[in-house]
């Protein structure tokens, strides 16, 4: 559980890096006015997924190491 924790998280860092390096280069092109992360919302809740998805597994993986702990 701990290594699919490990794999989700850098997935995530990845693929959150990735978005906001898109964003930040359409930025620089989009005229005044005009928001560029439209876009690449679909990345965006993607990049909130995963984080969801560690915190969650991390959270579980944290309650069972506590409870192997106490028995």
Known sequence: MK??????FYIAIIFSG???????IMNKSV?????PVNNYIEYIY???GL???YF????INNRKTA????A
């Open 31 to 35: 005229p005044e006015g005009m928001c």
């Open 18 to 24: 990735y978005t906001l390096y898109k964003v930040y």
């Open 56 to 59: 969650i597994i991390s959270f």
């Open 51 to 53: 984080a969801a998805a």
């Open 3 to 8: 290594k699919l924790e490990n794999i989700i």
């Open 67 to 70: 409870e192997d702990e106490k």
């Open 46 to 48: 993607i990049s909130i």
